[in-house]
């Protein structure tokens, strides 16, 4: 692994080095005429009707707020940075209280969302075929991690195959290398080296999604992953079909060495989207595969209180596929340049698609799901959705959960 990394630091070094130019005057460093903000934000409200928990609050959700900077250094060289305001951000305030017997002070959370630095990512263009990037970089497995604008899918939410199994909106610390090929650059290709996953955060209910690193100040990185994407774009289209993969270990990424044995996660899709004039669909299929599951879900039982940890048994392998349909019925209407796609979509998803050891197969986390709805689009920009999901689960009793669901979103 060290001589991994080495190799990869040698070959992307002198590309950075090499965009560099002189500068002898300081207040030529930075020019507004460089830099370029994009945003996108999207809100839901939900009302529920669930057999499995019969007093769910129906909620609203400030979903989230991405502000994106870009700046370029040179036509090469570029920085993205990429900050998401999650379910309306957080706070914390301290007060001091006089009414107690002798006057205390409080710490109040103000809010309880989330505010995160999503993408730090430094990308160098070595030409027209091949680029490098380092930094807080995507994990490009599935479809949601390139279709992740309001715009970009049909339904109020991201598709619950995709949010269930793996993190949504992923991304990693590392290094990577982009390529284009073929006639018209039709293939589209990535390579990857980035940390890896925390064991200690995988459960029954969303198997590894959750071993995505967030809780501490810093990374664990005595494991890391490879990841590849590869993309064949149509002819005179912007239809695509793929697959991608995902391989690493996760063990060595706990808070504490309470494994003796590794975790190897895997992840291996194949997806595709496809535009026919009015009609669009979306397909994919997920398998993911952990080793030594049953070690895992041991150590997790044993994890303390204060890691705020499901410590729930572990599949050794998961599995989701889905396939949605949308079709724009404003194309009956060539001056209109609005879309109002009605879609449906269906949905599956196990994360206990196999156990090993003594951990049961749960059938409660094997879900079927349709969904139902509209989107309208003005703009290219802003978008009104409604859909309907209907779910059933793997056991034989109070295994409905119905979910309606309205929410806008923008993008700029």
Do not use: C
């Amino acid at each position: 692994m060290k001589s991994i990394l080495f190799f990869l630091l040698i070959v992307t070094f002198p590309a950075l080095s090499s965009a560099q130019t002189p500068v002898s005057d300081t207040s030529q460093l930075f020019s507004l005429s460089k830099l370029s903000l994009s945003a996108y934000g999207s809100m839901v409200y939900q009302h529920f009707n669930w057999q499995t928990f019969r007093d769910k609050n129906n909620s609203i959700d400030n979903e989230r707020l991405v502000i994106e900077p870009e700046y370029a250094f040179t036509k090469r060289l570029f920085l993205e940075i990429e900050i998401e305001f999650e379910h309306g951000g957080t706070g914390v305030t301290m007060e001091f209280d006089n009414e107690e017997e002798f006057g205390e002070f409080e710490i109040d959370v103000e809010k309880g969302g989330e505010v995160q630095l999503e993408e730090l990512q430094l990308s160098y263009q070595i030409n027209s075929h091949f680029s490098l990037k380092a930094g807080r970089i995507p994990v490009p497995v599935g479809l949601v991690t390139s279709n992740f604008m309001p715009v970009d899918y049909f339904s109020t939410t991201y598709n619950s195959v995709e949010s269930v199994l793996l993190p949504t909106k992923w991304y990693e610390n590392g290094l990577g290398l982009e390529f284009l090929f073929g006639g018209n650059n039709q293939f589209h290709g990535e390579i990857l080296l980035v940390n890896g996953l925390d064991a200690s955060g995988f459960s029954s209910a969303n198997w590894v999604r959750n071993g995505y690193q967030l809780k501490f100040e810093t990374v664990s990185a005595d494991n890391f992953a490879f990841v590849s994407r590869l993309d064949y774009r149509l002819p005179n289209s912007l239809s695509i079909i793929g697959l991608s993969a995902y391989y690493g270990n996760s063990a060595g990424n706990r808070p504490k060495p309470d494994m003796e044995g590794p975790a190897f996660v895997g992840f291996y899709d194949a997806h595709a989207e496809l535009f026919l004039n009015a009609l669009t669909l979306r397909s994919l299929v997920l398998f993911g595969t952990l080793t030594h599951a049953d070690e895992v879900s041991e150590a997790n039982r044993n994890l303390s209180n204060n890691l705020n940890a499901k410590r729930t048994p572990v599949g050794s392998a998961s599995l989701g596929y889905y396939l949605e349909a949308g079709y724009n019925i404003l194309s009956f209407f060539p001056a209109k340049k609005s879309i109002l796609n009605v879609f449906s979509g269906f949905y599956y998803y196990d994360t206990m698609a196999a156990v090993t050891g003594d951990v049961f197969d749960n059938p409660r986390w094997q879900r079927n799901e349709v969904r139902a709805g509209l989107q309208y689009i003005f703009n290219n920009q802003v978008s009104a959705k409604a859909d309907y999901a209907h779910r059933w689960l793997g056991i034989p009793e109070d295994n409905i959960e119905d979910t309606y669901t309205i929410g806008f979103g923008f993008q700029f």
